[in-house]
């Protein structure tokens, strides 16, 4: 079953084509990856998954309801760990994890538990009663992790997970990316870390400048083109994925 469908996708930031006429579809329980260098559109796409934004052009469904006429029930079902830090820096952990419950009308006694339960996912549960000003780097994205886990989503958005995360702490995003894939989560992610797309994804779709060259499994990739995912991409693009041009 499809969770995500889109055709013809376009958007337009005035006259700026950031996402070119793509095809996709993103089955049920698998972990799909947007790569491709800054500014090839891969966050563009999560917003309109996410019906942050609509499309310019094209057709997008997401469980089969479409963007424009069903976002609320869409975003009822789906989590987003977005590319930027947008926790509230007045609020401390675990009042951001409360906060956020109450958009999904997550009752307060359901949502004092969901908040325990998601700090200990995380590893974060000492940090509860701390200011977010007060955590570093890659503890926000911990946060933002389990932020995005609140309403149970059957669809999860996450728009470069890792970023800035030392060794120790992805493979520990990484587990628990994988732990909810085996409870039939959707993962949808955008990286730039090849071995991150290789350890987790099921199927990658390699962007450049707004459009998708191709998509398939990474090891399906790297038998085809003989090398690992950095050198599939720099033969399908003619350039490395860190935007050197050979
Ligand atoms: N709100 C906006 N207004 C105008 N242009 C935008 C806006 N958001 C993105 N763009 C442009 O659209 C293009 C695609 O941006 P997008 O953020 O989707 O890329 P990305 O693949 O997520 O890049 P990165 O790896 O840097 O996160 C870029 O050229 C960017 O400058
Ligand atoms: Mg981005």
Same mark, same amino acid.
């Given at each position: 079953?499809?969770?995500?469908?889109?055709?013809?996708?376009?958007?337009?930031?005035?006259?700026?084509?950031? !996402?070119?006429?793509?095809?996709?579809?993103?089955?049920?329980?698998?972990?799909?990856?947007?790569?491709?260098? %800054?500014?090839?559109?891969?966050?563009?796409?999560?917003?309109?998954?996410?019906?942050?934004?609509?499309?310019?052009?094209?057709?997008?469904?997401?469980?089969?309801?479409?963007?424009?006429?069903?976002?609320?029930?869409?975003?009822?079902?789906?989590?987003?760990?977005?590319?930027?830090?947008?926790?509230?820096?007045?609020?401390? !952990?675990?009042?951001?994890?409360?906060?956020?419950?109450?958009?999904?009308?997550?009752?307060?006694?359901?949502?004092?538990?969901?908040?325990?339960?998601?700090?200990?996912?995380?590893?974060?549960?000492?940090?509860?009663? !701390?200011?977010?000003?007060?955590?570093?780097?890659?503890?926000?994205?911990?946060?933002?992790?389990?932020?995005?886990?609140?309403?149970?989503?059957?669809?999860?958005?996450?728009?470069?997970?890792?970023?800035?995360?030392?060794?120790?702490?992805?493979?520990?995003?990484?587990?628990?990316? %994988?732990?909810?894939?085996?409870? %039939?989560?959707?993962?949808?992610?955008?990286?730039?870390?090849?071995?991150?797309?290789?350890?987790?994804?099921?199927?990658?779709?390699?962007?450049?400048?707004?459009?998708?060259?191709?998509?398939?499994?990474?090891?399906?990739?790297?038998?085809?083109?003989?090398?690992?995912?950095?050198?599939?991409?720099?033969?399908?693009?003619?350039?490395?994925?860190?935007?050197?041009?050979?």
């Amino acid at each position: 079953m499809n969770i995500v469908a889109a055709k013809g996708l376009t958007k337009d930031y005035g006259s700026l084509r950031a !996402v070119d006429n793509i095809d996709f579809e993103i089955l049920k329980g698998e972990c799909f990856g947007f790569l491709g260098p %800054n500014g090839a559109g891969k966050t563009t796409v999560m917003l309109i998954i996410h019906c942050y934004m609509p499309p310019t052009s094209g057709d997008i469904q997401v469980f089969g309801l479409d963007v424009a006429k069903s976002p609320s029930l869409i975003k009822s079902r789906i989590g987003v760990m977005p590319q930027e830090n947008n926790l509230d820096p007045d609020l401390t !952990v675990f009042e951001n994890l409360i906060v956020y419950a109450r958009y999904f009308d997550i009752s307060k006694r359901v949502s004092l538990s969901l908040a325990w339960e998601l700090l200990d996912f995380v590893e974060l549960r000492e940090k509860a009663p !701390v200011n977010i000003k007060s955590l570093s780097g890659g503890m926000k994205t911990r946060l933002l992790l389990a932020r995005s886990l609140i309403n149970n989503p059957e669809l999860l958005i996450l728009d470069e997970p890792t970023i800035g995360l030392d060794p120790h702490s992805r493979h520990s995003v990484w587990d628990k990316l %994988n732990d909810l894939k085996s409870k %039939n989560t959707t993962l949808i992610l955008t990286t730039h870390y090849m071995d991150e797309a290789e350890k987790l994804c099921d199927r990658v779709a390699i962007m450049d400048s707004g459009k998708i060259i191709t998509i398939d499994s990474p090891s399906r990739l790297m038998s085809m083109y003989k090398g690992n995912l950095e050198e599939v991409y720099l033969k399908l693009t003619g350039r490395w994925l860190t935007g050197e041009v050979t």
